[in-house]
């Protein structure tokens, strides 16, 4: 505890007065310093990025290729090789742009905020925007993203290990020199204060060290590692089987150079490399699209794993209800009693009830219950002679606030006490019989009660123990959000068990359960009770707890200590666990659940670094959304890697047929074309499909379920095989039919291109008809149809593909259906998007 001392001096371009900065001034200090951040992390250049593309294994190929064209003299083919790796390499290095722009857009989102005071009013801003001069709020929690000098101080202590290394918290007050001084990069572990900025961005001192604040390093994502043993496997399995064909192809002909072509062209039709793309793509744009429904992704196993989640633990203030809390009941210790509706004046009778409650509160804090305390107190001439000397906020196994004051009248200090109903009347002298009973009453109705007291006070620095004279109960609600009962019905349906953790009273805590519908009446009147509080989760052996988070929905008067236990627990029964938090000590509870989940509004920034995601708007129906998108996003990544193995069958079958005789069908830039389509199909397409409408009607994955399964192989393997077994069919046909070798590698690559879309649209609809649109397969549509046109019809293009060149009317006869319905499901869909445009 501290007692407020003068403030120290400042330049004067840093004290902006009690108001702090208008909105005009706050402005152009931000484009004379430029934004309150250092220099982003480094990203690779558009260069760096095409020499990376350049070094994969399929250009490497293509490169081997050309080359081997070059020596065998034919030129033509070689610089047709070279344009299609100028395609492949701009193809490539878009895709990884693109998704390192969204990663920059995620950062930016990921920007803390802080409160300050602009025109007299508080305002909560990107910690971005913090300009020198600004009136900065200070609160536990918070880390701090610009340096300050303290004006005014309550109990402030701050860690500065990050730039000192000193493990201990150091004591901040105003009045010395280096004793109110706030550094970029520390952390607020206790109490509040006001400050004045005096350096943003790189002029900080954790800018002049040259640090930042980074997250911390994820683990790698168990389906990364998954992948990428899949990749090196199939690696092995290609480059045996080029070895050998090339081998085979080269003794049976008696050429080298067309045996180590037909190897060469094999290995481009098998090496996997878009397992990578897809990857990369997928949870980059997922990532982005869960950003865009309020729920930043900061740690990418988050999204493997959302779709396993088995159970939620979610807070109660501000994610089940609004967090807009309003006094709707009051009983004074003499007995007056009134409940009101949001609006009304409370009777003046209990006027000294608001004003000892006032005095319990935070008068430039954002917490809920002071805010809506404060707009009811009494104003009183007095109250500009008071002035406080210390407080002392709610801890672990301190369910309350106090606050002691000098009131300026020469009578002794005034301590204010206001917080949980049963901690504040043990600390009561004498308690009125009617008082705890309308606490229970008000309780069981789901309100928020507080008991207020107050008790003169010698020593600020020994705040009593006892005595207390009880001033009366106040009742507050919090609404619940209108979303919240048909969210957790779609949870029950999608077999994801709530849990509601709060630290109000049982009684409040079960008729705010009641209201949701997260306990029934069936559950109430049941031999095991829904809800365990803190104390009797303490008396609690583990194995007991283990037993008792079986069928508990509700726990009330938790500490964030005990958050740990129950996540634990949880776990320890094979659950797999999303848990909220929003406190400096939920830290451990965030990490240690599977899945980590922070409030980006009320949530502290120690919350936000141990959580994997942030829910921007503190909803649970946006952590319920993001649950559906995990599901998605899995499900997604299954058809592509399904498609991904299906779709090389038949490029690798029609490459090795040769060995049994007739000439080459598929050339190098043949598998380029091919790789035009897949490329695009396997990430954008996939990324795109909508959840299906029964993916939150299933129960959750098991958490152990891999990406890659046998069923799902054999069933690509299986759809990969009939699509051979098509073009092969079509090769006996023309064959039969006595077509030349032009036409027959024209009736391989066509039978590929076809058996290509059929397979993708196959996957996508999880071998069922597809009931939905998807603007980018349609688009993909129209681009194969122009690219086979112009292949098919212009002379040049025919001849380096190594293709007759086809009658127009025919060409256009045939392309004229896909053409057309791409074309017209595209139309509607735009329409579609229009009218809803307008009609919102």
């Known amino acids: 505890m501290t007692h407020t001392a003068a403030p120290a001096k400042a330049p004067p371009d840093v004290d902006s007065g009690p108001a702090g900065l208008s909105d005009d001034e706050a402005h152009a200090r931000l484009l004379r310093d430029g934004p309150n951040r250092l220099p982003p992390p480094r990203h690779r250049s558009p260069l760096a990025v095409v020499a990376s593309v350049a070094a994969q294994p399929m250009v490497l190929l293509l490169l081997a290729c050309t080359l081997l064209y070059g020596l065998l003299g034919e030129f033509f083919d070689a610089v047709a090789l070279g344009v299609s790796i100028c395609a492949v390499i ?18 930016d989102l990921a920007s803390p905020r802080s409160s300050v005071l602009r025109g007299g009013v508080v305002r909560r801003i990107s910690s971005q925007e913090i300009v020198v001069g600004d009136r900065l709020l200070v609160e536990e929690g918070d880390r701090l993203a610009c340096d300050a000098v303290l004006r005014q101080s309550h109990g402030l202590r701050v860690d500065e290990s990050l730039l000192t290394g000193e493990s201990v918290p150091v004591d901040k007050h105003p009045g010395d020199a280096d004793a109110c001084r706030l550094n970029a990069g520390t952390l607020v572990v206790q109490g509040d204060g006001v400050a004045d900025v005096t350096a943003t961005g790189p002029r900080t001192a954790l800018g002049r060290i040259g640090g930042a604040i980074g997250a911390v390093a994820p683990r790698q994502s168990r389906l990364h590692a998954e992948l990428k043993r899949l990749v090196q496997a199939v690696a092995v399995v290609a480059l045996i089987t080029c070895v050998v064909a090339a081998m085979l192809f080269a003794w049976r002909d008696g050429s080298w150079s067309a ?36 729920v930043l992704t900061r740690q990418p196993q988050a999204i493997e794993t959302l779709g396993s989640t088995t159970v939620l633990c979610v807070d109660k203030t501000g994610t089940l209800t609004c967090n807009q809390m309003e006094v709707v009941g009051a009983m004074s210790s003499a007995g ?17 009830l ?21 707009r009811l107190a009494p104003r009183d001439a007095a109250d500009a002679r008071k002035v406080l000397q210390a407080r002392e906020g709610v801890a672990p196994g301190r369910p309350y606030v106090r606050q002691c004051w000098d009131l300026g009248d020469a009578g002794p200090l005034w301590v204010a006490i206001k917080g949980a109903p049963e901690a504040v009347f043990e600390r009561c002298a004498d308690v009125p019989e009617a008082l705890p009973r309308q606490v229970h009453a008000w309780a069981q109705r789901g309100m928020r009660v507080i008991v207020v007291a107050g008790a003169p006070c010698r020593d600020a620095s020994a705040l009593p123990e006892k005595g207390y004279t009880v001033q009366g109960v ?36 079960l008729a705010i359960a009641r209201d949701a519908g997260l306990v029934s009446a069936h559950d109430e009147r049941s031999a095991a009770p829904p809800v365990l509080t803190g104390r009797e989760l303490d008396r609690a052996s583990e194995a007991q707890l283990e037993a008792l988070v079986a069928h508990v929905a509700v726990y009330a008067r938790v500490t964030p200590v005990q958050k740990l236990r129950i996540v634990q627990a949880l776990q320890r029964r094979g659950e797999v666990v999303a848990m909220t938090g929003d406190g400096v000590n939920d830290g451990p509870a965030l990490r240690a659940a599977d899945v980590g989940v922070a409030m980006g509004g009320r949530g502290t920034d120690v919350a936000r670094e141990a959580a994997a995601l942030v829910l921007l708007d503190d909803r649970f129906t946006s952590l319920v959304d993001a649950v559906r998108a995990g599901r998605r996003i899995f499900g997604n990544l299954q058809k592509a890697i399904g498609y991904l193995l299906a779709v090389h069958v038949p490029i690798v079958g029609l490459s090795l047929l040769p060995l049994f005789g007739g000439p080459v069908l598929l050339l190098p830039l043949h598998v380029v074309l091919f790789e035009l389509i897949i490329d695009p199909a396997c990430s954008l397409v996939f990324e795109a499909e909508p959840a299906p409408k029964q993916s939150m009607q299933v129960p959750p994955r098991a958490a152990a379920a891999t990406l890659v399964t046998w069923p799902l192989v054999a069933r690509a393997l299986a759809v990969g095989g009939l699509a051979l077994g098509f073009a092969a069919a079509v090769q006996w046909a023309a064959q039969r039919a006595g077509a030349t070798d032009m036409q027959l590698r024209l009736a391989g690559v066509v039978s590929v291109v076809i058996g290509n879309l059929v397979m993708l649209q196959w996957f996508r609809s999880g071998g069922g008809a ?51 319905w791409a074309g017209w499901r595209l139309l509607g869909a735009h329409a579609s998007g229009s009218t809803s445009r307008t009609a919102s």
């Open 354 to 374: 608001l004003h000892a409650a006032a005095l319990a509160s935070v008068a430039e804090g954002l917490e809920p219950m002071d805010r809506a305390i404060l």
């Open 474 to 509: 106040l009742a507050f609600r919090d609404p619940l959000r209108e979303d919240v009962p048909a969210t957790l019905r779609v949870c029950r349906e999608a077999g994801v068990r709530v849990v509601m953790i709060t630290g109000d009273s049982a009684a409040t805590a």
């Open 90 to 107: 701009g193809i490539s290095a878009f895709q990884e742009l693109r998704t390192q722009r969204v990663l920059e857009a995620l950062h």
């Open 770 to 820: 597809s009931h939905h649109g998807n603007r980018v397969f349609q688009w993909l549509l129209l681009g194969v149809c122009a690219l086979g046109a112009v292949v098919g019809l212009v002379p040049p293009v025919a001849a380096a593909f190594g293709l007759p060149v086809l009658p127009a009317l025919p060409v256009l006869l045939t392309l004229a259906a896909p053409v057309g």
């Open 336 to 352: 007056e009693a009134c409940e009101r509706r949001p609006g009304d004046a409370l009777p003046v009778a209990l006027a000294p």
């Open 259 to 294: 045996g180590l072509l037909v190897g060469l062209t094999l290995a481009m039709s098998i090496v996997p490399e878009e397992f990578a793309v897809v990857w990369t793509v997928m949870l980059a744009l997922g990532a982005w699209r869960l950003a865009r429904q309020q």
